[in-house]
T-cell receptor
């Protein structure tokens, strides 16, 4: 079964600085998708960024970028120029079309200090 | 842009009662997913529907059932509620070939007393 591991329960970053959240996963499949979701205090699940496993190029979305290492099964999220509104719980997620369900990591709570 | 709609947003029930949660996917989305997120937990996949047929099943208790209707909205029916069912229930939807790109609703917070 696929598992997603986020080894950092909590992280903090100074406003305007850069922070990297870690995520590793375990799978025997070759075709899958990886995501980072943000869950602010409102509890809404917001898609931050996605990565198709067949793409070698790392995905970027404005201040958010990933470092996708397929061989190492690693998928970290880098947030540049951190803003107070980035404070939230961040979930790494794995999706495979074979199972048609999303598997989430335990989450990393990010605090942004002014 | 239209988002996934869930109703009600909050629900309080007593043990052994039943509850029905509703989900209205984004227009033209044909797939609906249900997730349960307990306090301090990550979301757990319950069940999904594609074109009104159940497509996958996760950790959904036998006391729960769900279906997707002809207008693609979905309902999660929960019976014999237990204290442990208190959670945030998310619905997500996706479209066509982009089944991996799931858009989440705001969630329904269910409290069982």
């Amino acid at each position: 079964a696929q598992t997603v591991t986020q080894s950092q329960p909590e992280m903090s970053v100074q406003e305007a600085e850069t922070v990297t959240l870690s995520c590793t996963y375990d799978t025997s499949e070759s075709d899958y998708y990886l995501f980072w979701y943000k869950q602010p205090p409102s509890r809404q699940m917001i898609l931050v960024i996605r990565q198709e496993a067949y793409k070698q190029q790392n995905a970027t979305e404005n201040r958010f970028s990933v470092n996708f290492q397929k061989a190492a099964k690693s998928f970290s999220l880098k947030i540049s120029d951190s803003q107070l509104g980035d404070a939230a719980m961040y979930f790494c997620a794995y999706y495979s079309g074979n199972n048609n369900d999303m598997r989430f990591g335990a989450g990393t709570r990010l605090t942004v200090k002014p | 842009a239209a988002g996934v709609i869930q109703s009600p947003r909050h629900l309080i029930k007593e043990k052994r009662e039943t509850a029905t949660l509703k989900c209205y996917p984004i227009p033209r989305h044909d797939t609906v997913y249900w997730y349960q997120q307990g306090p301090g937990q990550d979301p757990q996949f319950l069940i999904s529907f594609y074109e009104k047929m159940q497509s996958d099943k996760g950790s959904i208790p036998d006391r729960f059932s769900a279906q997707q209707f002809s207008d693609y909205h979905s309902e999660l029916n929960m019976s014999s509620l237990e204290l442990g069912d208190s959670a945030l229930y998310f619905c997500a939807s996706s479209a066509g070939q982009s089944h991996y790109e799931q858009y989440f609703g705001p969630g329904t917070r269910l409290t069982v007393t």
